[in-house]
């Protein structure tokens, strides 16, 4: 079965950095887009950042733009996500999510904590 494991979360002062993993299996992890989610406490989820199959092409949340980095390493099924200069309003869990025939997949999220 299609199971996604995120980690990397943790709590971090803002202008910090952090790095989030999703490790993937149960799919042929090579041959579809990956995204990250994300949900703080009260507001809609939403994409932050999506890849495409090979890591060409990237889309990102125009808040997070400049500062976070979506990439793969399509040998490990890993999918990951570079956050740097973290603010208080990038506080949420943070999903990977992935789309195979029409059904949606997600993991259990890490906590991202951005805070003074």
């Known amino acids: 079965q299609v199971q996604l494991v995120e980690s990397g979360g943790g709590l971090v002062q803002p202008g910090g950095s952090l790095r989030l993993s999703c490790v993937a299996s149960?799919?042929?992890?090579?041959?579809?887009?990956l995204n990250w989610y994300r949900q703080a406490p009260g507001k809609e989820h939403e994409m932050v950042a999506q890849?495409?199959?090979?890591?060409?092409?990237?889309d990102y949340l125009d808040s997070v733009r400049g500062r976070f980095t979506v990439s793969r390493d399509n040998a490990k099924n890993t999918v990951f996500l570079q956050m740097n200069d973290l603010k208080p309003e990038d506080t949420a869990v943070y999903y990977c999510?992935?789309?195979?025939?029409?059904?949606?997949?997600w993991g259990q999220g890490t906590q991202v904590t951005v805070s003074s």
């Open positions: 890849i495409s199959t090979t890591g060409a092409t990237t």
């Open positions: 149960g799919f042929t992890f090579s041959w579809y887009a």
């Open positions: 999510k992935v789309s195979i025939k029409g059904n949606w997949y």
